[in-house]
């Protein structure tokens, strides 16, 4: 199976923010690293999770600490079948074959692919981007010279994977309350401390990690941001030692670990009291990777649900026969597609943003910021709805190991986890509201965007603006309440403004995908603001040879 080609949204996509000759380009080599995805690379996943997991080595022979971590060669062959491709490279460096720097849009593509097959080892590469920006952002010219090319590489140089460790065993999603150490010596520093959960741990090469300077202050605005190199030539480095692999439910693959730091030598980034406000922007880059990992792993999950529905002959009929079933793949593949236009229409915002940080105002950023928030959230819940419909679909064989979907469902159980849980992307749809009034913001862009909508799609485009006139009337209720009352409703309200971007991003695909993309849009709308009410027309029916089989010409919409 070819996963690009498996996904003509993917194409839909890709025209809309890339320019002529890079979206020809980009869909070549996504079609060639489609095709891996969906055959040796999927193989391997399957290796790995199973008898393939990383492992730690942590004594050599003669007893000294080695803190070696193990991955096996089928591992080691998909690293550079992915970074010679440019998933983090080509964010910062020019492709060769057009001569012009690439970007996230096109980082992304390969990511969503990626993740269909093997959402495991997306992480890695999700921490190597951010590591990345991270250098490419606020490092000095002698750091960047020295680790970027590497970071960066494609091919022509070693590749040093990256990591980001935050994470304290006191602390979790209170970062405040770290207590990683940095002492001045000489030119560098030397950190002491534990990160709980450090992913990618032995395979990085270089790990960005925050901590507390002497004399500075408490809380998350005391830490700072260092660059700690993991090897020494072929060795770790003096002052790491790693006491365990965590056994995780998913995402086998990543090596995570708890880390110890015993004056290991590091190297300050960018402004000491900035350290927080650096690694918050790698984070929201993570969110992003999150984000694009949940959709793919929603599209394998459709893909393995309409495969068996298709293939599995029951009451001597085929399962796709059958009204629910029906219903079923139809709701999946409309929710999907127009999840999958919303991140990537968030990922073209992130991407000028990252570029040009110089001219975006701080609404426009917490405007970003607030878009990440909630579709982090939403599609990392939706990765698990989609794993039950796929296993329910498959009956008893899908909770058996044979099939991929135990794999994807553990794979997508730690998306609600990492980057943050929905308690903690509700509070910062609250903080954000508090601070830029962002909810304003989203509101007038809404209603900008439904204004410009063609007449055709005048009766969606009302139910739209109702919807965001009951946002409206709920947040003005909120302002009598007090701070701590305001929390219980933040959940809410991130749910309620993915489901009216969505919306708004489905109806902008329908005025420009025509027949196939409105019929998308009217299912959407009809399974997101009136899945309580019973479906007279039959949507999903009426629109399965359109929407599930691409026959355009076998219904008529409007």
């Known amino acids: 199976m070819n996963y690009f080609r498996e996904d003509p949204n993917l194409s839909f996509i890709l025209d809309q923010y890339l320019d002529d000759e890079f979206a020809e380009w980009a869909k070549r080599e996504l079609d060639e690293y489609g095709e891996l995805c969906g055959t040796e690379i999927d193989e391997r996943a399957a290796h790995t999770d199973r008898e393939g997991q990383p492992k730690l080595i942590k004594y050599d022979k003669m007893g000294n600490d080695i803190s070696y971590v193990w991955v096996n060669d089928g591992y080691k062959k998909t690293i550079q079948q992915t970074y010679d491709r440019g998933i983090v490279g080509y964010v910062h460096k020019p492709i060769p074959e057009l001569g012009q720097k690439g970007n996230y849009i096109y980082s992304y593509a390969q990511g969503y692919l990626l993740s269909q097959t093997e959402p495991g080892f997306y992480c890695p590469v999700t921490l190597t981007m951010a590591t990345a ?28 994977e990256g990591a980001t460790f935050l994470t304290e065993r006191q602390g979790g999603s209170d970062v405040g309350a770290n207590e990683t150490k940095a002492i001045k010596d000489g030119k560098v520093y030397r950190l002491t401390g534990e990160k709980y959960f450090a992913s990618n ?46 056994d995780k439910l998913g995402v086998r693959a990543v090596p995570s670990a708890e880390v110890e730091f015993k004056g290991v030598k590091a190297y300050l980034v960018g402004e000491p009291e900035r350290g927080i406000y650096y690694m918050m922007e790698a984070l929201n ?12 792993i929603m599209q394998r999950a459709y893909l ?57 105002s701080k609404r426009g950023i917490a405007f970003e910021r607030l878009l990440i928030a909630i579709l982090k959230k939403e599609t990392a819940e939706q990765a698990i709805h989609f794993c039950h419909e796929s296993i329910e ?28 849980t929905a308690n903690i992307l509700g509070l910062e749809v609250l903080k954000l509201m508090k601070k830029f009034q962002v909810h304003e913001l989203f509101i007038e862009e809404m209603k900008i965007s439904l204004d410009a909508l063609p007449a055709n799609l005048q009766s969606e485009r009302a139910l739209v603006y109702e919807k965001i006139d009951e946002l409206e009337q709920e947040i003005n209720q909120l302002t009598s309440c007090s701070e701590e009352e305001k929390t219980f409703y933040a959940k809410h309200l991130a749910e309620k403004m993915a489901a009216i971007f969505e919306s708004v991003v489905a109806l902008e695909d329908a005025v420009k995908g025509g027949a196939r993309k409105t019929a998308v849009a009217e299912v959407f709308l009809q399974k997101t603001w009136k899945k309580d009410e019973l479906d007279i027309g039959r949507k999903s029916l009426t629109y399965f040879n359109v929407i599930v089989e691409g026959k355009e010409s076998e219904v008529g919409v409007k």
Request: aromatic residues 8%; charged residues 25%.
């Open 133 to 160: 920006y991270l250098i490419d952002h606020y490092a000095g010219d002698e750091l960047k010279k020295k680790y970027l090319p590497h970071v960066l590489s494609t091919g022509e140089v070693e590749l040093y």
């Open 201 to 246: 741990a032995g395979m990085c090469g270089v790990a960005m990690v925050l901590a507390r300077r002497e004399g500075d202050g408490d809380g998350s605005k005391g830490l700072s941001l260092f660059l700690v190199p993991w090897k020494d030539g072929e060795q770790t480095a003096e002052g790491i030692t790693i006491r365990r692999l965590k």
């Open 285 to 296: 880059l993570s969110r992003v990777c999150n984000a694009v990992a949940s959709i793919g």
């Open 304 to 360: 393995e649900a309409k495969q068996y529905a298709y293939d599995r002959i029951t009451f001597g009929s085929p399962l796709k026969d059958f009204p629910m079933v029906r219903d079923t793949l139809v709701s999946l593949k409309a929710k999907q597609e127009v999840e999958t236009s919303s991140v990537f229409k968030l990922i073209s915002l992130f991407d000028n943003i990252a570029n040009e940080p110089e001219k975006a």
């Open 393 to 420: 679909m498959h009956g008893g064989n899908g909770y058996i190991e044979d099939f991929v979907m135990p794999r994807l469902l553990r794979d997508a159980q730690v998306l609600t986890v990492w980057e943050g």
